[in-house]
T-cell receptor
Framework: GDSVTQMEGPVTLSEEAFLTINCTYTATGYPSLFWYVQYPGEGLQLLLKATKADDKGSNKGFEATYRKETTSFHLEKGSVQVSDSAVYFCALNEDSSNTGKLIFGQGTTLQVKP | GAVVSQHPSWVICKSGTSVKIECRSLDFQATTMFWYRQFPKQSLMLMATSNEGSKATYEQGVEKDKFLINHASLTLSTLTVTSAHPEDSSFYIC????????????FGPGTRLTVT
């Protein structure tokens, strides 16, 4: 079945460092890909998405490019802030089923130190 | 826009009792709602999908008689944990989507259930 694999955390960075969180997927169809963020004590929020190959999703300085050839959707940010500390989830939605079901990776905790 | 609320945000109950968790879409009509369970430091596990006015579709391994889901209106879905046991203690999260944005789900803040 479809699955999502994220790099294990926690990831600890100093403020203004470059961030990469790796995400790879397996899917039989042509999924849409998402990054969600969960701040402490809050629900998941959609950070960015890409619905087809070579699309780049971006929001709040974060970017991820849908790479079909490497089945990846790595999350990047050029300069992280303390406020970016959160858990980041990569997810896919297998489009052809139209059920809306999301399959999540295991989550990566990011801790940014001042 | 696209706000989803859950109530209660946390609940403690005794073993053997039932607990109801509400999920509401506040500013849109949710044609589909999803219920997830999240264990500490782990990912979200989809429990069931519910469409307004029809029976929920449960994921493999989820007991439908234990986790009763009702999606009675386009803005409300409820999850009832029946005869709760300590192993049911978890973080339960709902999400909702509407027909106009099939690729996006909007998540509630979650409900922390502790069964003693």
């Amino acid at each position: 079945g479809d699955s999502v694999t994220q790099m294990e955390g926690p990831v600890t960075l100093s403020e203004e460092a470059f961030l990469t969180i790796n995400c790879t997927y397996t899917a039989t169809g042509y999924p849409s890909l998402f990054w969600y963020v969960q701040y402490p004590g809050e629900g998941l929020q959609l950070l960015l998405k890409a619905t087809k190959a070579d699309d780049k999703g971006s929001n709040k300085g974060f970017e991820a490019t849908y790479r079909k050839e490497t089945t990846s959707f790595h999350l990047e940010k050029g300069s992280v802030q303390v406020s970016d500390s959160a858990v980041y989830f990569c997810a896919l939605n297998e489009d052809s089923s139209n059920t809306g079901k999301l399959i999540f990776g295991q989550g990566t905790t990011l801790q940014v130190k001042p | 826009g696209a706000v989803v609320s859950q109530h209660p945000s946390w609940v403690i109950c005794k073993s053997g009792t039932s607990v109801k968790i509400e999920c509401r879409s506040l500013d849109f009509q949710a044609t589909t709602m999803f219920w997830y369970r999240q264990f500490p430091k782990q990912s979200l596990m989809l429990m069931a999908t519910s469409n307004e006015g029809s029976k929920a579709t449960y994921e493999q391994g989820v007991e439908k008689d234990k986790f009763l889901i009702n999606h009675a209106s386009l803005t409300l879905s409820t999850l009832t944990v029946t005869s709760a046991h300590p192993e049911d203690s978890s973080f339960y999260i709902c999400s909702a989507r509407w027909a106009g944005r099939k690729h996006e789900q909007y998540f509630g803040p979650g409900t922390r259930l502790t069964v003693t």
